[in-house]
């Protein structure tokens, strides 16, 4: 599988999550690659990014709630969310930043009470 995103279920707001990435050596070895979201009704939009050297970048809402990692030796991407709320709700997926696989199925976040 070129990119597997897991980790996502229902949390109530306030909680936390998460999320792991496998990706391919091929597609992991690039040098940035970052966590996307789209929520129901709206377009794929960027979360997180960061670089194999660990510099992260972040949306604005995200600054201070998202911590997104990586594990370069085991090819996985992570994404720590915490203080979740309900707009948080989405499919959450990875992939390079700019993108550039195929996306993968994605794994769904559900934020409600």
């Known amino acids: 599988v070129q990119l597997q995103a897991s980790g996502g279920g229902l949390v109530q707001p306030g909680g936390s999550l998460r999320l792991s990435c496998a990706a391919s050596?091929?597609?992991?070895?690039?040098?940035?690659m970052g966590w996307y979201r789209q929520a129901p009704g709206k377009q794929r939009e960027l979360v997180a990014r960061?670089?194999?050297?660990?510099?992260?970048n972040y949306t604005e809402s995200k600054v201070g709630r998202f911590l997104i990692s990586r594990d370069n030796s085991k090819r996985t991407l992570y994404l720590q969310m915490n203080s979740l709320k309900p707009e948080d709700t989405a499919v959450y997926y990875c992939?390079?930043?700019?993108?550039?696989?195929?996306w993968g199925p994605g794994t769904l976040v559900t934020v409600s009470s």
């Open positions: 992939n390079t930043w700019p993108r550039q696989a195929s």
């Open positions: 050596r091929s597609i992991f070895n690039h040098n940035i």
């Open positions: 960061i670089t194999s050297g660990g510099n992260a």
